[in-house]
Every structure is written in structure tokens, then in C-alpha cells.
């Protein structure tokens, strides 16, 4: 019987060329027969991951003392890292003495190469993420999304060039980053003017032209935040997030007391008037707005009113030119020896306001006449006084014959 880890080994010749088991035939006198045995040893050989390669030979027995080439081979994606157990270092193949049970694994790798994008919506970087064969030259480039700029690579690689290599020797990380900045532009106050461009991302590194536009009544006083002075419009580099704001200051420019119509005439009877008034901050700055009919700039025995556009109540001077009579609201009758003061509205457009009254001038009233305009704001700056209309504005009534009886 052949135990295991032995082989037959033939003393004579038979012919079956030595097979483990005969059949003899006794003799008719003594003989003596002999099993000779050798030594085997059991070789084990594993791939690992079996998926990365081959190892020859294949597990099996071998005489002891024989020497066996160990060789490994691996497939595409993956290369030989080296054997490991009864043998070691990456040379292939290499001689195992079989001097005893043997155990032999060769070893495959390759790296993962991981790969991103930040933020996802700033670009893209190839290669995909996906395992690399170890010592592999891989080619990483990174391409910017529209409103966004490449900054860099982080990780295994670094700098802005792309395309860059990257060599795989061991597992590598790398993210393409990409950015943009944030301008906040803002007017201050927003009745004052506009800014341009709006708030919005900026792309890094993006030259931007800020501009500044008044509104009527306001100055531009000059930026503030990333930009300064009151040059406009000024260029930004948006190399960080940035903010800008454009102030406003009102005008110091006062009112004006801008025309009547009509500006010149006659009559004794009701006529319509148009004051016009105008205020570079818009005709709710305008406080009170003033009137005079006379001979000369006097309150004196003249038709001289005041209306105030808040209250929308309207005065008018006492023959003596001391106290105001009134307040009516703006339409309700006031009367002095000189005038009554009747229908009356305003017409507000922009800056300008435009006051709307109807005046009946006495009989003692004729004679040529000026008209005077004054207007007030509410910081209390003036027009001054102004003479915007001419004479023969009133005449003395004519008398009628009486008609016989």
C-alpha cells in the first residue's frame, strides 16, 4: 500500500512501467520482494485577488529536493506586487526547493484613483474615479463651468496648469476646485439713486465696472465698501467676495419759484392762475409756496397768500401786511380789500408743483400790478423772492350808463 507523500519507485521491470499494484505469482522456492519509496512535498499556490492574475505552477505534490519555477502573471489593470510566503520580492519567476510542505501566493494590485469636482456645479475633472494599475501615468484635467474658474488642484496634485500627470503608486485623491465671488452692490439711500451691475456671482478674478446713477434732488456722494470716491464708474477685481455701495446725499440746491401763466392781463372778474414750483428734491420737499400781487415787493395793502402743501391750507395777508387771514383749505374763499382768494388745486409731476387758483381782484385793487413767487422747501432753504409776472395785471372797473327808464 502507497502511503501518502510517497512515491512508488520501481525495482524491476515490468510492463506497466511500475504501476503501485501487481499480482505475483508464488514461486516454487523462497524470493523476496521490495516496495521502494521517495519522498513528495505538497506545493500550494494561490493568486490573490484571483481576479488580478496566475501563478504557475498549480498546486501539487513534487519530490522532495525538486526544484520548482514559481512564475506570476497579471491581467489587464492590475500589476505583480510580489510573492509572499515561501517566497518573496516581485522577480519572476523564482526556483522553490521542495524541502518541505510549500506555500506560495503571488499578489496583484492596482490603485484607486479617486477624482471631484468642488462645488459639483463649478466644472469637471477627468478621468472618472475608477482603479488605476500601480505605477500608471494618468493625465487629470480639470474644465471650468460657465460662471465659474478653475482655482486649483487639492490633494495628490496641486497648482491651476491642466492637464497635469499623476503617477499611481499608491491610491490617490484628487479634487479639481472651482470658485466664484459674491458682489453685493446696494444703493444707499435707494431713493437716492441705482447702482449697476445688481448683486450676483462673479466669476474669480473678473473685472467688474461699478457705476453709480443719481435720482432728481440727490448728489452722489461716493462709494463705499470695496470701492471708494465719487469717480464713476470704477473697476472691481472680484478676487474675494466683494461689496460696494453707492450713497446719495440730497441736494442742497433750494426750491424755485419757476412761472405763472397767464403772466400778464386785466380784468376784475374771476381769473385762473397756474404758480408753477419746482423742487430738485422732488415736489414733496416743497413746504410753502407764496404769492404776491402789487405794485411793488410789499405785503402792504397787497393780494399776498401762502399755501402750505401739507396741510393743504392756504392764507392770505390782512391790508396791512401784519397777520395772516386764514387758514382755509386750499378752494375755500379768503378775501382782503384787494383780492378774494376762491377755487384752487394743486398738480403735482416730478419735482414740480403747480398751484392751481382762481382770484377775483376788487375795484380798489386797479392799476398795473407785479407778481411775485416765493418758494420754501422743507429745510426751510428759499427761492427767494421773484418777480415773475408783469404789469397791467389789474384795472380799475369801468362804469355803465344806466339804461333810461
Given at each position: 500500500?502507497?502511503?501518502?507523500?510517497?512515491?512508488?519507485i520501481?525495482?524491476?521491470?515490468?510492463?506497466?512501467?511500475?504501476?503501485?499494484s501487481y499480482?505475483?505469482?508464488a514461486?516454487?522456492s523462497?524470493?523476496?520482494?521490495?516496495?521502494?519509496?521517495?519522498?513528495q512535498?505538497?506545493?500550494?499556490?494561490?493568486?490573490?485577488p484571483?481576479?488580478?492574475?496566475?501563478?504557475?505552477?498549480a498546486?501539487?505534490?513534487?519530490n522532495?529536493?525538486?526544484?520548482?519555477?514559481?512564475?506570476?502573471?497579471?491581467?489587464?489593470?492590475?500589476?505583480?506586487?510580489?510573492?509572499?510566503?515561501?517566497?518573496?520580492?516581485?522577480?519572476?519567476?523564482?526556483?522553490l526547493?521542495?524541502?518541505a510542505?510549500?506555500?506560495?501566493?503571488?499578489?496583484?494590485?492596482q490603485?484607486y484613483?479617486?477624482?471631484a469636482?468642488?462645488?459639483?456645479?463649478?466644472?469637471?475633472?477627468?478621468?472618472?474615479?475608477?482603479?488605476?494599475?500601480?505605477?500608471s501615468?494618468?493625465?487629470?484635467?480639470?474644465?471650468?463651468?460657465?460662471?465659474?474658474?478653475?482655482?486649483?488642484?487639492?490633494?495628490?496634485?496641486?497648482?491651476?496648469?491642466?492637464?497635469?500627470?499623476?503617477t499611481?503608486?499608491?491610491?490617490?485623491?484628487?479634487?479639481a476646485n472651482?470658485?466664484?465671488?459674491?458682489?453685493?452692490?446696494?444703493?444707499s439711500?435707494?431713493?437716492?439713486?441705482?447702482?449697476?451691475?445688481?448683486s450676483?456671482?462673479?466669476?474669480?478674478?473678473?473685472?467688474?465696472?461699478?457705476?453709480a446713477?443719481?435720482?432728481?434732488?440727490?448728489?452722489?456722494?461716493g462709494?463705499?465698501?470695496?470701492?471708494?470716491?465719487?469717480?464713476?464708474?470704477?473697476?472691481l477685481?472680484?478676487?474675494?467676495?466683494?461689496?460696494?455701495?453707492?450713497?446719495?446725499?440730497?441736494?442742497?440746491?433750494?426750491?424755485?419759484?419757476?412761472?405763472?401763466?397767464?403772466?400778464?392781463?386785466?380784468?376784475l372778474?374771476?381769473?385762473?392762475?397756474?404758480?408753477?414750483?419746482s423742487?430738485?428734491?422732488?415736489?414733496?420737499?416743497?413746504?410753502?409756496?407764496?404769492?404776491?400781487?402789487n405794485?411793488?415787493?410789499?405785503d402792504?395793502?397787497?393780494?399776498?397768500f401762502?399755501?402750505?402743501?401739507?396741510?393743504?391750507?392756504i392764507?392770505?395777508?390782512n391790508d396791512a401786511?401784519?397777520?395772516w387771514?386764514?387758514?382755509?383749505?386750499?378752494?375755500?374763499?379768503?378775501t382782503?380789500?384787494?383780492?378774494?382768494?376762491?377755487?384752487?388745486?394743486?398738480?403735482?409731476?416730478g419735482?414740480?408743483?403747480?398751484?392751481?387758483?382762481?382770484?377775483?381782484?376788487?375795484?380798489a385793487?386797479?392799476?398795473?400790478?407785479?407778481?411775485?413767487?416765493?418758494?420754501?422747501?422743507?429745510?426751510?432753504?428759499s427761492?427767494?423772492?421773484?418777480?415773475?409776472?408783469?404789469a397791467?395785471?389789474?384795472r380799475?372797473?369801468?362804469s355803465?350808463?344806466?339804461?333810461s327808464?
Open positions: 500500500m502507497l502511503t501518502a507523500g510517497y512515491a512508488w520501481s525495482t524491476w521491470v515490468v510492463p506497466d512501467g511500475g504501476a503501485p499480482t505475483i505469482t514461486p516454487s523462497s524470493a523476496t520482494y521490495t516496495a521502494n519509496f521517495t519522498t512535498y505538497y506545493l500550494t499556490t494561490a493568486a490573490s484571483p481576479a488580478g492574475g496566475t501563478i504557475t505552477p498546486s501539487g505534490w513534487y522532495s529536493g525538486a526544484v520548482v519555477a514559481v512564475a506570476a502573471n497579471a491581467y489587464g489593470g492590475y500589476v505583480f506586487s510580489g510573492f509572499t510566503g515561501d517566497l518573496s520580492g516581485t522577480t519572476t519567476p523564482q526556483n526547493t521542495m524541502n510542505p510549500k506555500s506560495v501566493t503571488a499578489n496583484f494590485k490603485y484613483l479617486t477624482t469636482a468642488s462645488p459639483s456645479a463649478g466644472g469637471t475633472i477627468s478621468p472618472a474615479s475608477s482603479w488605476r494599475n500601480s505605477g501615468v494618468v493625465s487629470v484635467s480639470a474644465t471650468a463651468n460657465s460662471g465659474y474658474q478653475f482655482t486649483g488642484f487639492s490633494g495628490a496634485l496641486s497648482g491651476t496648469t491642466t492637464p497635469q500627470n499623476l499611481m503608486n499608491a491610491p490617490k485623491t484628487v479634487t472651482f470658485k466664484r465671488y459674491y458682489l453685493n452692490t446696494a444703493a439711500p435707494p431713493a437716492g439713486g441705482t447702482i449697476s451691475p445688481a450676483g456671482w462673479r466669476n474669480s478674478g473678473v473685472v467688474v465696472a461699478v457705476s446713477t443719481t435720482n432728481s434732488g440727490y448728489v452722489f456722494s462709494f463705499t465698501g470695496a470701492l471708494t470716491g465719487t469717480t464713476t464708474p470704477q473697476n477685481t472680484m478676487n474675494a467676495p466683494k461689496s460696494v455701495t453707492a450713497n446719495f446725499t440730497v441736494s442742497n440746491q433750494p426750491p424755485t419759484a419757476v412761472s405763472v401763466t397767464p403772466s400778464s392781463g386785466s380784468g372778474g374771476p381769473q385762473a392762475f397756474q404758480f408753477l414750483y423742487d430738485p428734491n422732488g415736489y414733496a420737499d416743497l413746504a410753502s409756496l407764496y404769492g404776491r400781487f405794485a411793488s415787493a410789499s402792504v395793502s397787497a393780494c399776498s401762502r399755501y402750505d402743501r401739507a396741510s393743504n391750507y392764507y392770505l395777508y401786511g401784519t397777520a387771514l386764514g387758514p382755509v383749505i386750499l378752494g375755500n374763499q379768503l382782503n380789500s384787494q383780492c378774494t382768494l376762491g377755487a384752487g388745486s394743486t398738480t403735482p409731476s419735482n414740480n408743483l403747480t398751484l392751481n387758483l382762481t382770484i377775483t381782484f376788487t375795484t385793487f386797479a392799476g398795473a400790478k407785479n407778481v411775485y413767487m416765493q418758494a420754501v422747501d422743507a429745510a426751510s432753504a427761492s427767494g423772492w421773484q418777480t415773475l409776472g408783469g397791467g395785471r389789474c380799475r372797473a369801468t355803465r350808463p344806466r339804461p327808464r
